[in-house]
């Protein structure tokens, strides 16, 4: 079975949930307090044991490439200013991974950006992570799903049990086995009393290469290739299994997500902790 070492992070979206702040920056460099989410996206990729990723950009997203690249001026900066926990904090962000970049002309949608990665990955399994989910978890979320795909040897998509509201807004998985998490199909937002299960996926895949036929043959749909259409063909040859996610999913793509993960973050960083918790107490006891 061959290694999962490739990653590609698609991040050419045009991120219109988070207008204005996404006109002239992408959404992928917004951060959680101090570090911009696609950097913890890169982290959990690395920490999972992926020596190799692509982004999928766009003309507006140049700031992404500078951010995985030296700084020259500013680690001198740093160096002449002896603040050499800093510099060592900046040189080992462009020291993470080896990071490739391919445009994507267009947004056409997330099968679309896939399909621009398939020379990169050649004929290896690869995962997928979206730019704007970003999962709290003791064992990374991709090293979770690498372990169903090192068990079974097939496709695993990620699954997080929903709140009934979210299901009609969500792609939800069909189980063939409800107790090994062996996955018959997917269905984009179902009723909720015609939901198959309660499991929604979430922007991590892990996929073999054979996907690309796939996304080769997609038909665009309301202006785009959707990677779930893709995944659903690939469905009906190939094996796929869930991985229930242990751990905790932001959408950082719309705004009650990202809220909620500065505040949680902040919660859990020794600095900030005790101000955050006394400001918090202080806040809802408050007369608002
Ligand atoms: P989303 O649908 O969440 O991102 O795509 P979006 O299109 O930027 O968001 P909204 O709905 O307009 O606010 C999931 C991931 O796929 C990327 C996005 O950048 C995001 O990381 N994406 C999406 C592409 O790279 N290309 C596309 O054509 C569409």
Known sequence: MKRVRKAIIPVAGMGTRFLPATKAMAKEMLPIIDKPTIQYIVEEAV?????????????????????????????ERLKRNNKNNTLEMIKGISNLAKFYYIRQGEPLGTG?????????????????????????????????????????????????????????????????????????GLVEKPKLEEAPSKDGTLGRYILKPEIFEELENLNLVNGEYLLTDALLSL??????????????????????????ANIEFALERLDLKKQMNKYLNEFVNKDN
């Open 47 to 75: 920490n999972s044991g992926i020596e190799e990723i692509l982004f999928i950009t766009s003309p507006y997203k140049r700031n992404i490439e500078d951010h995985f690249d030296r700084s020259f001026e500013l680690e």
């Open 235 to 260: 469905m009906k040859k190939q094996t796929f299994y869930a991985c229930k996610l242990n751990g905790k999913y932001y959408d950082v793509g719309n705004q009650f997500g990202y809220i909620k």
């Open 112 to 184: 679309h950006a896939a399909l621009l990665a398939k020379t990169f990955v050649g004929d290896e399994p690869f995962a997928i992570l979206y730019g704007d989910d970003i999962i709290k978890s003791e064992i990374p979320c991709l090293k979770q799903m690498i372990d169903v795909y090192e068990k079974y040897d097939c496709n695993v998509l990620c699954a997080e049990e929903l709140d009934n509201y979210l299901i009609p807004q969500k792609g939800i998985i069909e189980y063939e086995d409800f107790f090994s998490l062996k996955v018959k």
